[in-house]
């Protein structure tokens, strides 16, 4: 290997070439992990196994390099010392070597071949052509053939025009040394190292130098070599060998000079010998005072760093390895910036450990990259844990509400009381939309302080304010608020706080308030709102359905259900467009950095780890979309016959002998347009519902299929009447039957009467098919059945249209009013080659439009926005642009207006959270890759590209 040594005189530095030492044998403990190193054990037999990650992988690069292996350990294992053999891979990927040895001392263990893929000596040659050193390292094959390095040799025997170089080595060569270089050639060939061989070279024509040459042979597995290893030094201006140290000395110093990162020498004791001007740039201090001791190095570190540096320093010198440390260093202006400092040991002509040599990097803004991302990330785990507390708060609440009598003043009452329950107030009322007080619950072990009619007169007073403002509300100081002052209930029955929500039904009307009071100054929070604002829709429910006492007992509980599921929709609506906002970001500016970082570095550690933490957001976030019925649906032309063949060919080996299966199909092949997998997933949930209320006594499961027109009465049934013909799927059994009060709450989440029962399935199904534009009714008599019928739209096929015309302008504009997502959007467009134009307003957008029309070649266009949204910002663009394409971003997926845009021409539709893969091929697919860029080098930008300026090399 090329080691650096300095005996640290005078400021002389020299390099040389050294070998290291093979041991005869090798313990498993002694194996490490090296990237491109493959160790394979042998066994006696010729049975090849890995021994570390690397050997895997190179056996996938090179499958046949497995029986090399296995041919070497059984020929090289009654050997005692160690051998190496190369082999030669494809023309211009040079060699690979194999090296066996002893195992352990224990013959029977077999040996361990080691396989190096890392070609260093090529990589060591283009770092120092890059130098423009006068050393070049260059590869032949047996014939002479320069196979690496022929441009650098050229350029080195003084030949600007490279591309006529000759191939052969030879071909380089003055006429009076070829004679000299062919004997060499041939002892070379036979086996022979040879080193500082002097030969003259004369390319171009009539340009003369004089190079030292080295050659290495190389033996192939048969003992006959495969190649030569050389190394080439122009000494034209120098034949001496103190000359040639001296110049080498006088590049080190160069580099060490010019360097851009700050390059320091340490004694073995870890004081400052030697730094270059880019440490004195940044750190402000000069060399000089280091030396005088005006400066000391407790001056430059951050104390809280001290101490790690210098372990670091002892143990590169302990282990005479190789040792990173990342530490804070003050800079010129007294402010700290984050460096890491990569320590190499500097070594005498003996080996012994005379300094350290320290490359230093300034990765001050990844690691504040790094501090923001995981304070992102501890801020996204904080949201997504008081999402599962607010879902875990809101089964509670679906059970308790479930258990309340339908007696609707026990209701009401017994509504307060469990609001009691969750919040432990002083008090609970519920009022009437005059803001009279209709229920009042105190705390049990407290006492009204003042007459019942005084504290009904205060509260009452206190709920009209609410009823005037007509939003939730909170307010954890009363007394400093200056609207709630001088209120009765704050100064007579000494209120603190209060938390308040109208009680308002799904048509927008106001039946009264909802209202908890303490005594105590508190902090509420925004999840506790939520749920007395579901709690507020219930009772709102409740009210509705007394009031309409008059109306069919089905139609109110298929209304009253609606409601509830209309209830958890804002709620998780709400949360999941702040959640799919912040994972956007999240998601988006993560995979763009893995790119940027090395492979297995601690920081792409993080970032996969912060990409988890994401997903698992977006997952729960995808539940509560599928709860609320917004969820992701992929929408294609669907065989309602072929949905339940599929079903039941799952089922029929589960199905009891005592229970019949019936199919009744129509005349012709009813076609919805739905996903397949979750109208499987309805079906099946129905026929297992069916199917388990038969199991004792048996019965017969029929499911029919229909296409035609709905009824009068159904009209009248469906809460979401179908127009023209409609598919109805009607699945029935001859099982019990359901009870009326159990029926009520059947599409209730978490509602069960199954002992291991998730109550999912059923309000699964009814979300499912609510999502698809459709209606579930329920028919049920105990002792005579049970029958479920599903109305689904009809399909009809249409004529596929012609295609958009590609648009001749490059031009990105994004839209969105979340900065996060739209400076993640624009940072991947921009590396990925596309112009960008921001806005962050509908308003702002139609504006840019105006004004850059013959620009802008694409929208992509958040649909939930403050002022003007997403669809009056598309309808106003396109009143400008009518054929300009749009990339609607939302986080609601196939929401209802998104369907409507997209049956225009040049629309599609990406769902966040999103990666910048998926952001790139959805902008590629509508405007086309950036002018002179292919697709796959604008896979590649993407996958390079970063935030800014970048420091890495």
């Not at 040394?177 to 171009?204: D, H, N, V």
């Not at 005072?289 to 010198?317: M, N, S």
């Not at 550690?605 to 957001?617: D, F, M, N, V």
Request: with cysteine.
């Amino acid at each position: 290997m090329l080691h650096w040594r300095c005996p640290l005189k005078a400021g002389r530095w020299r390099f040389a070439m050294d070998a290291p030492q093979d041991k005869e044998s090798i313990s498993p403990d002694e194996l490490t992990e090296s990237a491109g190193t493959g160790l394979y054990r042998v066994s006696v037999e010729g049975r090849v196994t890995c021994a570390n990650g690397g050997a895997k992988e190179l056996l996938r690069r090179w499958p046949w390099l497995e029986r090399q292996i296995a041919q070497l350990g059984v020929s090289g294992g009654n050997r005692s010392k160690s051998d190496s053999i190369w082999v030669p891979l494809a023309e211009g990927e040079g060699f690979l070597r194999l090296s066996v040895r002893a195992a352990a001392p224990d013959p029977e263990a077999g040996v361990l071949v080691t396989v190096d893929a890392d070609d260093r000596w090529s990589r060591l040659g283009e770092e120092l052509a890059g130098l423009h050193s006068r050393i070049v390292f260059f590869e032949c094959d047996p014939h002479g053939r320069i196979v690496s390095g022929v441009t650098a040799l050229a350029r080195a025997a003084g030949g600007e025009e490279t591309s006529s170089a000759p191939e052969m080595l030879a071909g380089l060569l003055a006429s009076s040394s070829r004679a000299k270089f062919e004997s060499c050639w041939g002892m070379a060939l036979r086996g022979t190292p040879l080193r500082g061989i002097e030969l003259e070279t004369e390319w171009p024509p009539g340009t003369r130098r004089t190079f030292w040459f080295s050659f290495f042979p190389l033996r192939g597995p048969d003992g006959s070599t495969v190649g030569v290893r050389g190394m080439a030094r122009d000494i034209s201006r120098e034949r001496g060998l103190a000359y040639a140290l001296e110049a080498a000395d006088e590049r080190f110093n160069v580099l060490f000079r010019e360097a851009s990162d700050p390059v320091l020498i340490f004694g073995t004791d870890g004081s400052i010998l030697a730094a270059n001007p880019a440490f004195e740039r940044l750190t402000g201090v000069r060399v000089d005072e280091l030396f005088t001791g005006e400066k000391v190095w407790e001056d430059l570190v951050h104390p809280e760093d001290l101490a790690q540096l210098k372990a670091g320093l002892r143990e590169c010198v302990a282990s005479d390895t190789g040792i990173a440390v990342e530490y804070q260093l003050k800079s010129r202006d007294g402010s700290y910036v984050w460096v890491e400092q990569v320590h190499s040991v500097l070594h005498d002509e003996s080996g012994k450990a005379r300094g350290i040599l320290a490359v230093a990097r300034d990765i001050t803004r990844w690691r504040r990259r790094e501090m923001d991302l995981r304070r992102t990330a501890a801020e996204t785990l904080s949201q997504h844990e008081k999402a599962q507390d607010l879902i875990v708060r809101m089964t509670r609440l679906f059970r308790d509400v479930g258990q309340l009598p339908p007696d609707f003043e026990e209701y009401v009452e017994g509504m307060c009381r469990i609001l009691h329950r969750m919040f432990n107030p002083l008090v609970v009322w519920v009022a009437d939309a005059d803001g009279g007080c209709r229920t009042i619950v105190w705390r049990e072990d407290i006492p009204p302080p003042v007459p019942e009619d005084t504290c009904r007169q205060a509260l009452e007073s206190l709920t009209r304010k609410v009823l005037q403002r007509g939003l939730p509300c909170f307010r954890g100081r009363l007394p400093a608020a200056e609207t709630m002052a001088d209120e009765a209930a704050v100064k007579v029955l000494h209120l603190a706080s209060l938390l308040a929500a109208p009680v308002r039904d799904s048509s927008g009307r106001v039946w009264g308030a909802l209202l908890v009071a303490d005594d105590r100054e508190r902090d509420f929070e925004r999840a506790q709102l939520d749920l007395l604002t579901i709690a507020a829709l219930y009772l709102a429910g409740r009210m509705q359905a007394a009031e309409e006492e008059n109306r069919r007992r089905r139609l109110e509980e298929h209304l009253i259900q609606a409601q509830k599921m209309d209830a958890v929709g804002m709620l998780a609506g709400g949360i999941a467009h702040d959640f799919n906002n912040i994972l956007s970001g999240i998601l988006g500016f993560a995979s763009m950095l893995q790119s940027r970082v090395p492979p297995g570095s601690e920081l792409e550690h993080y970032l996969k780890l912060i990409e988890q933490s994401a997903g698992r957001a977006a997952e729960l976030t995808r539940q509560l979309l599928s709860f609320s019925r917004k969820s992701h649906v992929e929408r294609r032309p669907l065989s309602v016959l072929e949905v339940i063949e599929e079903v039941l060919a799952l089922l029929r080996p589960s199905v009891p002998r005592n229970v019949q299966v019936e199919v009744q199909r129509p005349e012709q092949t009813p076609r919805i347009l739905g996903d397949r997998s979750q109208m499987v997933q309805v079906v099946m949930n129905l026929c297992i519902n069916a199917i388990e209320a038969m199991r004792a006594e048996g019965g017969r499961l029929t499911i029919a299929v229909e296409v035609r027109p709905l009824t009068a009465n159904e009209h009248k049934m469906l809460q979401r009447p179908i127009p023209g013909r409609a598919v109805c799927l009607v699945v029935s059994d001859t099982g019990p039957g359901i009870d009326p009060e159990v029926r009520a709450h059947i599409f209730d989440p978490f509602f069960t009467t199954k002992e291991e029962g998730t109550g999912l399935g059923l309000s699964i199904v009814y979300g499912i098919v609510t999502n698809h534009g459709g209606d579930v009714l329920v028919e049920s008599e105990e002792g005579r059945g049970t029958t479920f019928r599903i109305y689904l739209p009809e399909h009809v096929a249409r004529p596929p249209g012609k295609p958009p015309a590609r648009v001749s302008a490059d031009t990105v504009l994004v839209v969105d009013d979340e900065a996060i997502v739209r400076q993640m959007i624009a940072e991947i467009l921009k590396a990925s080659g596309y112009p960008v134009l921001e806005a962050s307003s509908g308003a702002a957008a139609v504006d840019l439009v105006r004004e850059h029309v013959r620009r802008i070649g694409l929208v992509i266009l958040d649909m939930i926005m403050p002022g003007m949204d997403g669809v009056e910002t598309f309808q106003r663009i396109r009143e400008i642009s009518p054929e300009v394409p749009f990339l609607l971003a939302t986080g609601f997926a196939r929401s209802d207006q998104c369907r409507r845009l997209m049956r225009q021409q040049c629309v599609d539709l990406i769902n966040k959270p999103f990666k910048s893969s998926e952001l790139v091929e959805k902008v590629a697919s509508l405007l086309g890759r950036p002018a002179g860029v292919t697709g796959h080098e604008a896979g590649e930008s993407q996958d390079q590209s970063s935030f800014g300026d970048s420091d890495a090399p």
